[in-house]
């Protein structure tokens, strides 16, 4: 019984904090600023708060070589676990893949979402233009989502003012918003369900690391699973689009 309890333990802790909640951050640590100082890329940390609570923490496993010599598409696990118990809530695998890019027909970025070895979706990349495209998959293989940033002029640039003014409040503000699967085929916004941001940093923050902060936005009707599916989405789109580029 009492190992029962203990199987079903990560399945709970990810229930017990994603229901109801409706925004996740994620703070990237300053774990290794001396190594990325002097041009070594560290391991990538992360921390999960709800409000003011940290409720998770995240540490990437990944090989040392890899992780030098290939940065913007190193293969890795990263695994979220609950702070207190230390057990997982999901873990997301990122094999292998070409860099992604607007013209491809094949090697698309992708990555896999477990809980515990429960299948919980995937994403994978597009073939886009101009305009980051992914796609999120429920543990069936349906379409479940999309995720591109928030696009101008007919949906073929990115909105650089969509987070506010890039001169202003909306300094440094970059955003993948959360869609429905048949979003944005005429060329316009839809309107989105979610949305993942990457916040500004501080300036000693911005010098010395490349470390990010973000703050999840969750679908009003998603699941819990479903949120932690979107937590490994912010993972991967991390490693994907925003590691390395402050270098």
Not at 103 to 124: M, R
Request: charged share 25%; aromatic share 8%.
């Amino acid at each position: 019984m009492q190992s029962n309890k203990m199987e079903d333990r990560g399945d709970g802790a990810m229930k017990t904090h994603l229901t109801g909640c409706e925004m996740l951050v994620m703070k990237q640590t300053r774990r290794g600023c001396l190594q990325e100082f002097l041009g070594c890329e560290a391991l990538t940390e992360f921390k999960f708060f709800i409000g003011e609570t940290q409720v998770f923490e995240a540490l990437e496993e990944t090989d040392c070589f890899c992780r030098m010599c290939c940065t913007a598409i190193h293969p890795y696990k990263m695994t979220v676990k609950e702070v207190q118990t230390n057990e997982e809530i999901v873990t997301l695998d990122r094999p292998l893949r070409c860099a992604a890019g607007g013209c491809k027909c094949c090697c698309y970025q992708e990555a896999f979402v477990t809980s515990k070895g429960a299948n919980l979706g995937s994403i994978k990349e597009n073939c886009w233009y101009c305009v980051p495209s992914m796609k999120v998959f429920d543990p069936a293989g349906a379409e479940l989502y999309m995720i591109s940033p928030p696009t101008c002029v007919g949906g073929i640039c990115i909105n650089c003012c969509a987070e506010g003014n890039p001169c202003g409040k909306g300094c440094c503000k970059q955003s993948f918003r959360v869609y429905a699967p048949e979003s944005r085929k005429t060329g316009a916004d839809d309107p989105y369900l979610g949305s993942i941001l990457k916040k500004p940093k501080s300036a000693m923050v911005e010098i010395f690391t490349d470390a990010v902060t973000m703050d999840v936005s969750f679908p009003k009707n998603a699941t819990p699973e479903q949120k932690g599916l979107l937590t490994g989405v912010g993972l991967f789109l991390n490693s994907v689009f925003f590691e390395g580029n402050d270098d």
